[in-house]
């Protein structure tokens, strides 16, 4: 089992920057894959960037590239959303999630480890 805990949601006006993270702890042996998903109200689930861990190999969604850097401190078990150049449209519920991959950007049903999710609210 492998238990995440996002943190760093908020608040922000269009243009502002925030930094997810998500600590990852028990057996985090079994996944080599964590990602970023958002989910805004009325709207499907969308995947925002992964990152393979160990390779730091990254992937991105079209909406996000450019403006968001997914990043991993293996010591700590910790992966990072930095998020720039925001928009109101990247309002959403942030998800953490992890799993087991083989290369390349993963839909959600490959994941089954999830957090809590953090709220993101950007305001125009």
């Known amino acids: 089992q492998v238990r995440l805990v996002e943190s760093g949601g908020g608040s922000v006006q269009a243009g502002g920057s925030l930094r997810l993270s998500c600590a990852a702890s028990?057996?985090?042996?079994?996944?080599?894959?964590i990602a970023w998903f958002r989910q805004a109200p009325g709207k499907e689930r969308e995947g925002v960037a992964q990152i393979y861990t160990g390779r730091a190999n990254s992937y991105y969604a079209d909406s996000v590239k450019g403006r968001f850097t997914i990043s991993e401190d293996r010591a700590k078990n910790m992966v990072y959303l930095e998020m720039n150049s925001l928009k109101p449209e990247d309002s959403g519920i942030y998800y953490c999630?992890?799993?087991w991959g083989h290369g390349g950007f993963m839909p959600g049903e490959h994941f089954p480890f999830w957090g809590q999710g953090t709220q993101v609210t950007v305001s125009s």
């Open positions: 028990g057996y985090t042996s079994s996944i080599n894959c």
């Open positions: 999630a992890a799993g």
